[in-house]
């Protein structure tokens, strides 16, 4: 996962999400962007895919990068 890349994950109910990794003025995360400063980015950048994370209490899956 990196800066200007898209990562899908699967959180813990199952639920999958694709979030693209943006400037702060560019994210908008009703449009599945979200800034490189972000807690969900700053857990992501540098996972690949089958590496796990921790957000806000939360275990995620990382399983594709774009």
Do not use: C, M, N
Not at 16 to 40: F, M, R
Request: glycine share 12%; proline share 3%; aromatic share 4%.
């Amino acid at each position: 996962v990196r800066f200007g890349g898209s990562v899908t994950i699967e959180r813990e109910d199952g639920r999958t999400q694709t979030w693209k990794i943006t400037g702060e003025d560019e994210a908008d995360p009703a449009q599945g962007s979200v800034s490189h400063v972000s807690p969900l980015a700053r857990a992501l950048v540098g996972k690949r895919v089958g590496d796990e994370a921790v957000v806000a209490g939360q275990s995620i899956e990382v399983i594709a990068v774009d």
